[in-house]
C-alpha cells in the first residue's frame, strides 16, 4: 500500500528521532499516544501501534513497528491500526519493519520491550467495557511460559488447566500463588517469581501475600492447602498420556531408503 505524505497523520511528525519506544491506541480511527507511564498495559478491547527505535554502533536507526490487536478489538479498530502502521512506515522513510501482533500469540522480539511481560487487561475505549482497575477482584489463573522472555496467557480457572511442565499463578484477592510444575526449571521458575512481583504491583498496589507452591509435594503444608482449597481439594494432576499424533508417528517408524 503506497502513502502519500500529505495523507500521513500529523500525529507521526518527529516520531522514531530517538532510541525507545512510542505507542499509541487507536481512539476513534486516531491514533492516540500513550503516555509512558502506561506502555506495557494493553486493554483487550483496543488496537496498537507500537514504534521501537534502536539506535546501531553505526550512528544510523533501525525502526521495528508492530500493531497489536486485542481479542476483543473490533475490526474498524484493527483495520484502522493497520492503516496507521502503514503511515508510520511512510512518514520513517518505507525502512521500518512491521510486525502484526495478535494477543496471545505475540512474537518474542515484541514481548522483549515490556518486562517482565504483559498482561492484557479487560475493556478498551470503544467497547463500553469498564477497565479492570474499577472492578471488583477477579481470581484468575494464568499460564507462564519461557526461559528469557515470558509468555502469559490466562487459562480457565480450573483443575484441568494445570499440568506438571509449566509454571501456574493464581491471582486471588488477597495472596498470589505461584504453582511451580514439577518439570519446570530454575530459569522458568525465577521469570515467573518476576511476574508474581509485577502482577502484585500494577494490581494489589504491592500490598498482599505472595506463596509458592511446590508440585507434588504436599506434605501437610498449608500453603499449599489453600491452594488446592480454590480447586476443591487437591488431587494428582494426571501424567500426560501419548496423543494420537504421537501414537500415529510410534506405529510408523521411519525407514532410511537407499537408492542405488
Excluded at 495478535?102 to 518474542?108: L, S
Excluded at 522472555?149 to 493464581?170: C, G, M, Q, T, Y
Aim: glycine share 8%.
Amino acid at each position: 500500500m503506497s502513502v502519500s505524505m500529505r495523507d500521513l497523520d500529523e500525529i507521526f511528525q518527529g516520531a522514531g528521532q530517538k532510541a525507545g519506544l512510542e505507542i499509541w491506541r487507536i481512539e476513534n480511527f486516531r491514533p492516540v499516544p500513550v503516555p509512558k507511564s502506561s506502555h506495557g498495559k494493553f486493554f483487550m478491547g483496543d488496537s496498537y501501534v507500537i514504534l521501537k527505535t534502536t539506535a546501531l554502533k553505526s550512528g544510523a536507526l533501525r525502526h521495528d513497528i508492530h500493531y497489536w490487536l486485542g481479542k476483543d478489538t473490533s475490526q474498524d479498530e484493527a483495520g484502522t491500526a493497520a492503516i496507521k502502521t502503514v503511515e508510520l512506515d511512510a512518514a520513517l522513510g518505507g525502512r521500518a519493519v512491521q510486525y502484526r501482533e495478535i494477543q496471545g500469540h505475540e512474537t518474542e522480539k515484541f514481548l522483549s520491550y515490556f518486562k517482565p511481560c504483559i498482561i492484557p487487561q479487560e475493556g478498551g475505549v470503544s467497547s463500553g467495557f469498564k477497565h479492570a482497575e474499577a472492578e471488583e477482584h477477579k481470581t484468575q489463573l494464568y499460564v507462564c511460559k519461557g526461559k528469557h522472555v515470558v509468555h502469559v496467557k490466562e487459562v480457565p480457572f480450573a483443575r484441568s488447566s494445570l499440568n506438571h511442565d509449566d509454571i501456574f499463578i493464581l491471582d486471588t484477592k488477597s495472596k498470589i500463588f505461584q504453582f511451580n510444575g514439577s518439570n519446570s526449571s530454575i530459569q522458568e521458575r525465577a521469570k515467573a517469581l518476576e511476574v508474581v512481583q509485577y502482577i502484585k504491583d500494577t494490581y494489589h498496589d504491592g500490598k498482599c501475600e505472595v506463596a509458592a507452591v511446590e508440585d507434588g509435594k504436599l506434605m501437610a503444608d498449608a500453603e499449599a492447602g489453600e491452594f488446592w482449597g480454590f480447586f476443591g481439594g487437591f488431587a494428582p494432576l494426571p501424567r500426560k498420556t501419548a496423543s494420537d499424533e504421537d501414537k500415529a508417528v510410534d506405529s510408523h517408524p521411519t525407514k532410511l531408503l537407499r537408492y542405488l
